[in-house]
């Protein structure tokens, strides 16, 4: 008679199973947690009020579009022709930065940036050089974001870019203010 000796393997898959349980709890645990990590006992929110808007707000909030909207007529009912300043009156210089010049499509140069005062007026001009090409000049208009204003946006094909490196010169001007900044762009 053969006696059949038990290697045990019933208790090797219980161990397993329970180690795998365990993981698996743990780590619902974890990313349960984390996505939790700005809320409070209670539902709240650290630091953020998600209630809703006092009247004050409300009154705020609309006073702010209602200025937002009345300059952007007053814009567009005057002259397209910002007029000079007197000579005596210099204007604020302001910083403008080249965000973004990206090429990465291939078949558009796309230009943003970044202008570091709050208005909606003025006109921004993109000047493109290259040493024995053309010179390419686009314009937009500004706008304004929370703290910060931009340029509309510059796009420009590159088939009509011979390749190279390129010079990219953003001015910004208003009544008021101005400033520029360059920036060297390889279209490949």
């Known amino acids: 008679m053969k006696i059949n000796r038990r290697t045990g393997t019933k208790k090797k898959i219980i161990i397993a199973a329970t180690l795998v349980i365990a993981v698996s709890a743990g780590a619902f645990y974890y990313v349960w947690k984390t996505d939790n990590v700005g809320v409070q006992s209670g539902g709240e929110t650290k630091g953020i009020d998600y209630s809703s808007p006092t009247d004050d707000q409300i009154r705020t909030g609309e006073e702010a579009k209602k200025a937002t909207v009345d300059a952007d007529a007053k814009q567009s009912s005057s002259s397209n022709r910002?007029?000079?300043?007197?000579?005596?009156?210099?204007?604020?210089?302001?910083?403008?930065?080249?965000?973004?010049?990206?090429?990465?499509?291939?078949?558009?140069?796309?230009?943003?940036?970044?202008?570091?005062?709050?208005?909606?007026?003025?006109?921004?001009?993109?000047?493109?050089?290259?040493?024995?090409?053309?010179?390419?000049?686009?314009t937009a208009d500004v706008q304004a974001f929370a703290s910060s204003s931009t340029c509309k946006g510059f796009d420009l094909p590159t088939s009509g870019l011979e390749r190279g490196t390129w010079?990219?010169?953003?001015?910004?001007?208003?009544?008021?203010?101005?400033?520029?900044t360059t920036k060297t762009i390889t279209i490949q």
């Open 167 to 180: 010079t990219a010169t953003i001015t910004f001007d208003n009544t008021t203010l101005n400033g520029s």
């Open 82 to 138: 910002a007029p000079s300043p007197a000579p005596d009156q210099q204007k604020k210089q302001v910083t403008v930065t080249i965000t973004s010049p990206d090429t990465e499509s291939g078949a558009t140069l796309s230009i943003r940036t970044d202008i570091n005062t709050l208005t909606n007026s003025g006109t921004c001009t993109l000047t493109l050089t290259k040493p024995g090409s053309q010179t390419i000049t686009k």
